[in-house]
């Protein structure tokens, strides 16, 4: 698979015996659900006459994470409503003009704009970007706020270069290593915030003295990916040192584990079965995906929490679907390059398993739902490079 060189996508759920009709009646289905559902089952919520959020159902906040997630199924689904609404609540709510933080959004906000946090998270500044980038593509460039590709340039800008020349702030890359930080300035990184697919199209589109640095971030996250996954099961940590060992310092803010396989960790199979379909490269990390699947695939009850030598620690996983969704979704990287018919027999089972898996409801919906959605849209071919 090489959709960039391409510009082809594989509807693996038609390939598996689906009609087109099938998954385009059912994608829509999950795109009503998700933002015009009931109370149980909907994320996003209108407000006023041109704004929106999506909610983390579990935490009743908003989150970057959540609202460049939304910005991304939108432009995707080609909803400019939506994607615009979204938008300029983050911009109006979670964007910070002055301070430590300037140029970067709030990671939290409580569901009426007031900030629950200063700081800022990588993954959300990451996905705005792109889904800015994506929405110039495809819609064209608007005034104000909807200049989308020159607010993707900036958000990167600061990403990089906060703390340079008198600026306050730290940024979110490791100038030295290349490797995206789990927040500004720390020390270690999140596995599931490397995002190659993203950085390769950063290095064309972003500031032109910035290209190189994003083209060498992409070769070094797929290395990274590949020390971060454990060669057997396939598996990485939340949180990760820069060797790609699990980080397991405790943190100030927080007594929690963060070295083991649980809900950030899920996402990192995804974003690697992504990143095949669109470049088509591999430098050791893709075969994580067809480990894991097999490691999962070979358990009656699989959604568990686990050391990541595959140790189950007999406690429920969090968020199931979610965690189904993204090992299903990393059979992109699966069966894109896996000579094994084994390998590409369990991939085709996951693929099958996320068709059968409803949308989840009730109070945890959030995360797993977000999941599903990305998968189910890479799956079908809908994830596309605009």
Known sequence: MDAFEHQTYRNLFEESGKTRQEVEERLHRIWDTFFYGSEQERIYHPVGSDMGYLEDTGNHDVRTEG?????????????????????????????????????????????????????????????FAMALFF???????????????EHAKAILRAALHKGENGRPGQPMWNRQNKL??????????????????????????????????????????RNYLKAACHPVTGMNAEYAEFDGSPMSRKLPWSDERHDWFYSDAYRTVANIGLDYAWFGIDQGQAAAASRLQKFLGDREDPYQIYELDGVCLGKAALHPVGMMAATAQGALAVIGRSKDRAEIQTAWQWIEKLWEQPLRQGERRYYDNCLYFFAFLALSGNYRIW
């Open 67 to 127: 609202m460049s997630y939304g910005m991304m199924i939108c432009v995707q689904m080609d909803q400019k409503e939506e994607f615009d609404r979204i938008w300029k609540w983050a911009y109006t709510y979670m964007w910070q003009k002055s301070g430590e933080n300037e140029g970067y959004f709030a990671w939290s906000c409580g569901l009426d704009g007031h900030k629950n946090a200063e700081g800022a998270a990588p993954d959300g500044e990451e996905f």
């Open 135 to 149: 929405a110039s593509h495809r819609w064209g460039d608007g005034e104000g706020i909807y200049r989308y590709s």
């Open 180 to 221: 995206v930080l789990f927040v500004p300035g720390i020390h270690f990184t999140d596995p599931s915030y490397h995002l190659p697919h993203f950085y390769e199209l950063f290095a064309l589109w972003a500031d032109e003295e910035d290209r190189p640095f994003f083209k060498e971030a992409a070769a070094a996250s």
